[in-house]
């Protein structure tokens, strides 16, 4: 197994404002990607939840505006 650095300090999530817990298998307690939502880190929840689905959507936008 690798070695993973742990963060000191839990971070925040950026959309919901709750605590990033590690993930049970990595340990891996530096969240998410929040963009397109904001440029912080989210959890996991809000990254399923919000982060990905707004992705997709911009990506069927984009394409969508291509057809007439």
Do not use: F, Q
Request: net charge positive.
């Amino acid at each position: 197994m690798t070695n993973i650095t742990r963060l000191s300090k839990p971070l925040t999530c950026s959309i919901c404002g709750e605590k990033i817990t590690p993930h049970p298998i990595s340990g891996w307690a530096g969240g998410n990607n929040a963009d397109p939502i904001n440029d912080g880190r989210c959890c996991d929840d809000c990254d399923a939840m919000v982060v990905i689905p707004e992705r997709i959507a911009r990506i069927y936008r984009a394409t969508r505006k291509d057809k007439p």
